[in-house]
């Protein structure tokens, strides 16, 4: 066995292929052994490359590939709303996320957690697209925080719902539900959270084009009961 280098096509110079060799059978065989680019893109395709093994075509593909890491480097922004208090019919919106003007806003993490002061309640957990916006309601604006102090202020606003909530406009569509157990407020219980993440596996997060597109997490017409306390935070990225 001994090392060998083949060149790449259509190049007479630069990029190589390093190999190993090896007789098996009486013919001698080249295996690709590593890559040396020079000078290659990322995201960049490199021709065919005839093998001498027996002809075969292999096929190399983004030697160069540009990579992100985990910690993304989108401007992302978070909103959260503590003990938020609406009546105990109003299960309409309770957060709305309103989309950007000037920026494309994609919904990253939804986190809800809750708590009945007399009796428990299942409550059923919707993460809704509009394509128009809300009308009414009492509402009051949630802070937009920027993770990155370099980052623009956020573009995108979210807002809590007190009484009876808005009236919802155009529903696109439920991306999301999940149903929680919220435990009577001042009894020890395992308190159920609820978690939504977008964007994290190959499928892109739900998106915001807009100032008349908004997602609304509402509780799918459940009646809370009496004096609900709910903590919602709200995730997402604009570009």
């Keep these: 066995m001994s090392v060998a280098v083949f060149q790449l096509p259509p190049n007479s110079s630069g990029s190589q292929v390093n190999g190993v060799t090896a007789v098996i059978g ?6 690709p052994a590593g890559v040396i680019a020079d000078g290659i893109a990322p995201g960049s395709n490199i021709a065919s490359v005839n093998s001498p093994i027996s002809g075969v075509a292999v096929r190399l593909f983004e030697l160069a590939v ?5 910690d ?9 709303v503590t003990g938020l208090l609406p009546t105990a019919a109003a299960s309409t919106g309770l957060v709305i996320l309103t989309g950007s003007a000037t920026k494309t806003v994609r919904l990253t993490h939804v986190l809800i957690s809750a708590s009945i002061a ?8 919707q993460v809704a697209k509009y394509s128009a ?3 009414g309601g009492t509402s009051t604006a949630m802070t937009a925080v920027p993770y990155d102090s370099n980052s623009a202020a956020a573009t995108a606003s979210a807002a809590s719902y007190t009484g009876a909530g808005p009236t919802l ?15 009577v407020t001042a009894t020890p219980a395992i308190s159920n959270i609820i978690e939504f993440n ?16 908004q997602i609304a997490i509402t509780a ?19 570009e």
Excluded at 198 to 213: E, T
Excluded at 223 to 236: R, S, Y
């Design 66 to 70: 540009s990579s992100a890491p985990v």
């Design 220 to 238: 799918n017409s459940v009646t809370f009961g009496t004096a609900p306390n709910i903590d919602i935070t709200l995730e997402w990225t604009e």
């Design 169 to 183: 406009g155009t529903l696109v569509g439920v991306i999301a539900n999940a149903k929680m157990i919220a435990p």
């Design 26 to 31: 009486g013919a001698t065989v080249v295996t």
């Design 118 to 125: 007399t009796t428990a309640v299942y409550i059923d957990w």
């Design 198 to 213: 977008f964007g994290n596996r190959p499928a892109g997060a739900p998106v915001l084009r807009g100032i008349a597109q």
């Design 72 to 80: 993304g480097q989108k401007a992302t922004y978070s909103a959260a």
């Design 133 to 135: 916006a809300a009308t």
